[in-house]
């Protein structure tokens, strides 16, 4: 699987949009980009997953450079409930038993 | 989304004993489930992939005779610690998919406290 690169940590207000980036430079045609966060001492909670083409659900965005060499992930208009660690993650195809290998993630910090 | 229920949430056992972790999908079948392992301020490491009705399949370095993977049915798998010793408390976490399904779910987890 392709690996990513995320920043540690960031900060954002209360709010605001919060834009993750992740870099995958080395994506294959076939491989997904999803997003995963977890919030202290539970389950990672699934975001939004994407292969070429800009995403939007009730909980985010997700928007792939046109190469996918990088995603973003776009939470809008974040609240203090968002702040959690948020996973990048390359896996080849949305089926079959292939492996979710998580990153180190980005810790993102939500600020009144 | 899809549930999947872990139990119990918290265990603490004593060293040597056993613990026996349950891993339910509640509302969709799931023929692969995973399971992982996660220290403090670390990231999730994958332990193994349960596959319902055969061996499951070992990462690297984890060792299958220590942590027994059960997938009996298609909305239970179980991960057994044997012989605990203090090293092995960690917070270890399941995922399951359903057939078909692009995205994975993850349980609420269980923090193994071995004392």
């Known amino acids: 699987d392709a690996k990513t690169t995320q920043p540690t940590s960031m900060d954002c207000a209360e709010g605001r949009a919060a834009n993750l980036p992740c870099n995958h430079s080395?994506?294959?045609?076939?491989?997904?980009v999803y997003w995963y966060r977890q919030i202290h001492s539970q389950g990672p909670q699934y975001i939004i997953h994407?292969?070429?083409n800009n995403e939007t659900n009730e909980m985010a965005s997700l928007i792939i450079t046109e190469d996918r060499k990088s995603s973003t992930l776009i939470l809008p208009h974040a609240t203090l409930r968002d702040t959690a660690v948020y996973y990048c993650?390359?896996?080849?195809?949305?089926?079959?038993?292939?492996?979710?290998?998580f990153g180190t993630g980005t810790r993102l910090k939500v600020l009144a | 989304g899809a549930v999947v229920s872990q139990h119990p949430s918290w265990v603490i056992c004593k060293s040597g004993t056993s613990v026996k972790i349950e891993c339910r999908s509640l509302?969709?079948?799931?023929?692969?489930m995973f399971w992982y392992r996660q220290f403090p301020k670390q990231s999730l490491m994958l332990m193994a992939t349960?596959?319902?009705?055969?061996?499951?399949?070992?990462e690297q370095g984890v060792e299958k005779d220590k942590f027994l993977i059960n997938h009996a049915s298609l909305t239970l798998s179980t991960l057994t610690v044997t012989s605990a010793h203090p090293e092995d408390s960690s917070f270890y976490i399941c995922?399951?998919?359903?057939?078909?399904?692009?995205?994975?779910?993850f349980g609420q987890g269980t923090r193994l406290t071995v004392v």
């Open positions: 509302d969709f079948q799931a023929t692969t």
């Open positions: 995922s399951a998919r359903a057939m078909g399904a692009a995205e994975a779910f």
């Open positions: 349960s596959n319902e009705g055969s061996k499951a399949t070992y």
């Open positions: 080395t994506i294959s045609g076939n491989e997904y």
């Open positions: 993650i390359v896996r080849p195809t949305t089926s079959g038993t292939y492996k979710y290998i």
């Open positions: 994407g292969l070429k």
